[in-house]
């Protein structure tokens, strides 16, 4: 999936981090404008679908986001004390930055060109690897301003001017994905410090910001070690579907719909396919719709009209890394037999039972379903 383009506005001049106040009645209105109808979870028509990447079948892992979103918004525009936040987590490829470019994409979030500059009510970023706050702080900085910080400045310095930069913007959502690049900072210290500043942003006296967090399942401690930060943070863990006909039914839906939102069609029965995709996703309906929409590539630079399960079965290579060449067909999901398929599933069923054995289940998780 391609990733997301930062919009790169020219700085905007301010005072000092502690007084600075509301830029002008123009931004003023531009963030009033902020209509929720502008963002609705089940309009996927309204988003731009023309594209692969933009093709979106509402799933349980979008309807659960969608849901807790609008609830952050109404918080917004009801002037509470303090912002919140929603951490969405899962493994690479289990649709969450699918999720964080829907939104961010949406009608409500396009940039606005003003006399006083860009307006954003929404700004995105990758947390840096590894992540520490001084790095967080310049990175979101840019981001912001268009700038690069010079080395010297201190971490609190640029916070400051991180956090007048929102205010003056207008930014009501902060967009943080790879959030688990923080753990890469072994530091306790610096979790906390990480921690604490996500806090005192959400905090701001004069401009509530509210944070839109993803990563990998090893965000979940960062959040949980920080209780504060912790008791404001909606947790949304993304799920694989279930093992076995639920599972496999669901995905047959999932991939008969995104076939119909990308124009296309395929040469195999979506039923006896459906345990293919299973194993090689995982069972995480993002990576499937990874595999589907790069298939469907595949199959259009060979000049083909449909995707076929050869076509599926290049795309897992190119995914994954793997070369069916060097590897052979029966380890390809899409190539093997029947009977090595069975064996392989029962194989990856009982890993993932042994995985799961003793997990407690604190965040909301999402057994993936149409």
């Known amino acids: 999936m391609a990733k997301h383009e930062a919009v790169s506005p020219a700085p905007i001049p301010l005072p000092e981090a502690q007084t600075v106040q509301i830029v ?40 659960t986001f969608a849901e807790a979103f609008r609830r952050m918004r109404k918080r917004a525009k009801a002037s509470e004390r303090e912002g ?23 009608p409500t979030f396009v940039p606005i060109e003003t006399d006083m500059g860009i307006v954003r009510t929404l ?38 001017r991180v956090r007048a930069q929102l205010a003056a913007q207008k930014v009501k959502y902060l967009m943080i994905d790879e959030l688990n690049h923080v753990l890469l900072a072994k530091s306790v210290i610096e979790h906390r410090k990480v921690a604490e500043t996500f806090k005192r942003v959400m905090q701001m006296k004069d401009w509530k910001v509210y944070l ?51 124009g296309t069609a395929v040469d195999f029965d979506l039923a006896e396919a459906a345990p293919r995709f299973h194993l090689a996703s995982g069972g995480y309906l993002g990576k499937v719709a990874e595999l589907l929409k790069n298939a469907l590539e595949v199959a259009s630079d060979a000049g083909g009209d449909h995707i076929t399960l050869g076509d599926l079965a290049e795309a ?34 009982n890993s993932r039972e042994t995985k799961l054995k003793g997990k407690r289940s604190s965040p909301q998780r999402l057994e993936a379903q149409i």
């Open 316 to 349: 897992y290579d190119d995914l994954y890394g793997a070369s069916t060449d060097d590897i052979g067909d029966e380890k390809n999901p899409f190539l093997c037999t029947d009977h090595s398929l069975a064996m392989r599933i029962v194989a990856a069923d």
């Open 84 to 106: 919140r936040a929603i951490l969405l987590c899962g493994p690479t490829g289990s649709g969450k930055s699918h999720v964080l470019d829907r939104v961010e994409n949406a």
């Open 123 to 160: 700004v995105r970023v990758d947390a840096p690897a590894p992540c520490t706050l001084k790095t967080l702080g310049t990175t979101i900085y840019r981001e912001l301003t268009g700038v690069d910080l010079r080395s010297h400045i201190q971490e609190h310095e640029i916070w400051n």
């Open 24 to 63: 002008s009645r123009e931004l003023e209105e531009a963030v009033e404008d902020d209509d929720d109808d502008d963002f609705d979870d089940s309009a996927g028509d309204e988003l731009d679908t023309s594209g692969i990447d933009e093709a979106h079948v509402d799933d349980a892992t979008w309807l």
């Open 212 to 262: 839109i967090l993803a990563g990998m399942p090893e965000s979940l401690p960062f959040l949980r070690g920080n209780g504060q930060l912790n008791r404001r943070t909606k947790k949304i863990e993304i799920r694989p579907v279930v093992a076995g006909d639920v599972g496999n039914a669901a995905i047959a839906t999932h991939v008969k719909i995104l076939i119909e939102k990308l």
